[in-house]
């Protein structure tokens, strides 16, 4: 009887185990991943191409932190060493032939310029990414500053 019982049990355990959770498969409209596939695991997305001769990039609009015009794989940035700060700090930048940072990277939340790279400007890449051949993962309308000036003062005209 109790062999039975434990056969019954395990066989139990095994068809919850196999069946598919039906919370994990929630019917959805489709996002950055398709609808519906929660549960699933897929292939991953390949690695969006590295820049390669790529030239620095006309900003957007004054504000846009610039893509980085260059491969930045395998650079270590850390609480010890910030490998960006090699080619781009103060110091560095005319030996490496590489931009500055801007003041801004020198301001505290105060206003105040200080001589190193504030704590906020650290950690480079939460503002700047690489340039790649990646496909946008939405749909964008976004306009550049001076397509808007544009229209702006072709409607005023008319
Ligand atoms: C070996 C030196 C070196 C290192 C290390 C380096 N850069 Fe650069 N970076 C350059 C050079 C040189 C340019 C200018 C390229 C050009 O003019 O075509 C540049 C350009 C840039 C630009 C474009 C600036 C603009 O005004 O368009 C950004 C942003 C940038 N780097 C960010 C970074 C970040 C973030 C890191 C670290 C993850 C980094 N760089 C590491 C040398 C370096
Ligand atoms: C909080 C967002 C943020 C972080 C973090 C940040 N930047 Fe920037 N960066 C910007 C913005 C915005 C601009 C353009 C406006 C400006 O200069 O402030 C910029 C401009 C630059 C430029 C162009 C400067 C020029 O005068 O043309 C370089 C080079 C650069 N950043 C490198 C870096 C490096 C290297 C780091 C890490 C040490 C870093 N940035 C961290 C937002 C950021």
């Known amino acids: 009887m109790k062999k039975l ?82 080619c781009h700090s103060r110091e560095s930048a005319p030996s490496a032939g590489a931009p500055m940072v801007s003041v801004t990277h020198f301001m505290d939340r105060n206003f105040q310029v200080r001589a190193e790279v504030t704590p906020g400007r650290y950690f480079c890449t939460q503002c700047h990414v690489p340039q790649t051949d990646a496909e946008a993962l939405v749909e964008s309308d976004f306009k550049p500053i001076d397509q808007v000036i544009r229209q702006g003062a072709r409607e005023d005209s008319q």
Do not use: W
Request: glycine content about 8%.
């Open 5 to 86: 019982i434990a056969i019954l049990l395990t066989a139990s355990f095994a068809m919850v185990a196999t069946a598919e959770s039906p919370s994990l498969s929630p019917s959805a409209p489709d996002g950055l991943r398709e609808g519906g596939t929660l549960g699933k695991v897929g292939d991953a997305p390949p690695i969006a191409g590295d820049p390669r001769d790529v030239k620095r990039e006309v900003r957007n609009y004054p504000e846009q932190p610039p893509v980085i015009p260059h491969s930045i794989r395998g650079y270590q940035v850390d609480k010890r060493f910030n490998r960006c700060l090699e």
